[in-house]
Every structure is written in structure tokens, then in C-alpha cells.
T-cell receptor, first 116, second 115 residues
Framework: DAGVIQSPRHEVTEMGQEVTLRCKPISGHDYLFWYRQTMMRGLELLIYFNNNVPIDDSGMPEDRFSAKMPNASFSTLKIQPSEPRDSAVYFC??????????????FGDGTRLSIL | DAKTTQPNSMESNEEEPVHLPCNHSTISGTDYIHWYRQLPSQGPEYVIHGLTSNVNNRMASLAIAEDRKSSTLILHRATLRDAAVYYC????????????????FGKGTLLTVNP
């Protein structure tokens, strides 16, 4: 079975440019999560969706960041304009419906973003 | 949010058991204890979770203290592929109602496995 697919795996761009990260969740999963990982701050939840609807975006650092989920099989995280401090590894994860079953989150391999 | 405390690092020898501790003294009655691990250059990977009783799966065992204020992840025979950062996480039920939830990762324990 295909897992969570993220693209690109690596992105290097200059500050001020728009960056778009992409994620394809596991088919049938209702939840999609975007995380950011840095040495200083560790792994942080940015935003998550339930059935394509954003539920909690309190982790989004500022207005330069936006996330969308136009359908159940695709999500994007955009940074515009990008800044060097946005350099990090960005992970996407998905999960089946939770209920009380504690379904685990399945993570992609991440996008390593470097802003010069 | 209820928090967890883990040692920064631990070391083990290959083919020996490993006990990774986690303290969560402020755990609430409905918090589940989850363990994830992150291998180098990969995303986190679910390992195991539990509520009150000890749990076993193909990857590991989870021993939960009777008062639930601590737990231990047990790798029965460590291999070199088990070298990773191990995160102990309390499931935080979001306030939006329904079945939404999120996980808050701490710094975890870096496990080194010696050949």
C-alpha cells in the first residue's frame, strides 16, 4: 500500500519566493496533518484537516503560511514570501477516522526546505 | 496540556532488551499514552499506545504503571535498525468536540544501539 506521499523531497529557493509543498494522504484517511521540524523547536503541528476542512490552524506561524485541502487526496502548504527562518523539514501525516480507537498517524518522508 | 518527561538519550547493545522510560505525572483520566519513533531522515512512525493495561505488538511492549504516572516502552531485542528518537506522547483531545485530536511531540529519547 502506498503511504503518505510528499513532494518535493528537497527544495532550495531564495528568500522572497513562493514555496508550495504537496501531500497526498493515504486513501480513505479522514485526517491530514502538517508538521514542521527544526533543531530548535522540534516537531510542531502547524494545522490539521478533517474531511478536507481545517480544524485547528493555531500552529501556523504567521500569515505568510497557508494550507489548503481541495479534495480528499491532495493538500498543499504554501509559504509566501519565504524567509530563511522557514528552513525546516515539513512533514505531512494522515490518519483514519478516530472515534475512540486511537488510530495512529502515518507520516510521509518529509520535504527538506532551505531558504537562502 | 499534560506533558511527558523522557531522558535525552540512552544507549543499548544489539540483541539486548531496552527499557525506555517516560514520566507523565499530570496525565488525566482520559489521556492515552502513545509512542512514536523517528529513524534518521524519516518521518515519525507509530510504535504502540495504551490506556491502563500493558500492551504488546510486533514492534514493542508498553508497560503502564498502576497510577498511570509513568510508562515504559520495551524493545525486547534491540537491533541496529531500532536506533532512533523515541517519543512518548499523551493524546490531547482537541476542544472542538467530536473525534478530532492532535499529538504534541516533545524532544524524545535518542536511542543508540551498539553492535
Amino acid at each position: 500500500d502506498a503511504g503518505v506521499i510528499q513532494s518535493p523531497r528537497h527544495e532550495v529557493t531564495e528568500m522572497g519566493q513562493e514555496v508550495t509543498l504537496r501531500c497526498k494522504p493515504i486513501s480513505g484517511h479522514d485526517y491530514l496533518f502538517w508538521y514542521r521540524q527544526t533543531m530548535m523547536r522540534g516537531l510542531e503541528l502547524l494545522i490539521y484537516f478533517n474531511n478536507n476542512v481545517p480544524i485547528d490552524d493555531s500552529g501556523m506561524p504567521e500569515d505568510r503560511f497557508s494550507a489548503k485541502m481541495p479534495n480528499a487526496s491532495f493538500s498543499t502548504l504554501k509559504i509566501q514570501p519565504s524567509e530563511p527562518r522557514d528552513s525546516a523539514v515539513y512533514f505531512c501525516a494522515s490518519s483514519p477516522r478516530d472515534g475512540y480507537s486511537n488510530q495512529p498517524q502515518h507520516f510521509g518522508d518529509g520535504t527538506r526546505l532551505s531558504i537562502l | 496540556d499534560a506533558k511527558t518527561t523522557q531522558p535525552n538519550s540512552m544507549e543499548s547493545n544489539e540483541e539486548e532488551p531496552v527499557h525506555l522510560p517516560c514520566n507523565h505525572s499530570t496525565i488525566s483520566g482520559t489521556d492515552y499514552i502513545h509512542w512514536y519513533r523517528q529513524l534518521p531522515s524519516q518521518g515519525p512512525e507509530y510504535v504502540i499506545h495504551g490506556l491502563t493495561s500493558n500492551v504488546n505488538n510486533r514492534m514493542a511492549s508498553l508497560a503502564i504503571a498502576e497510577d498511570r504516572k509513568s510508562s515504559t516502552l520495551i524493545l525486547h531485542r534491540a537491533t541496529l535498525r531500532d536506533a532512533a528518537v523515541y517519543y512518548c506522547i499523551l493524546r490531547d483531545r482537541a476542544n472542538s468536540g467530536g473525534s478530532n485530536y492532535k499529538l504534541t511531540f516533545g524532544k524524545g529519547t535518542l536511542l543508540t544501539v551498539n553492535p
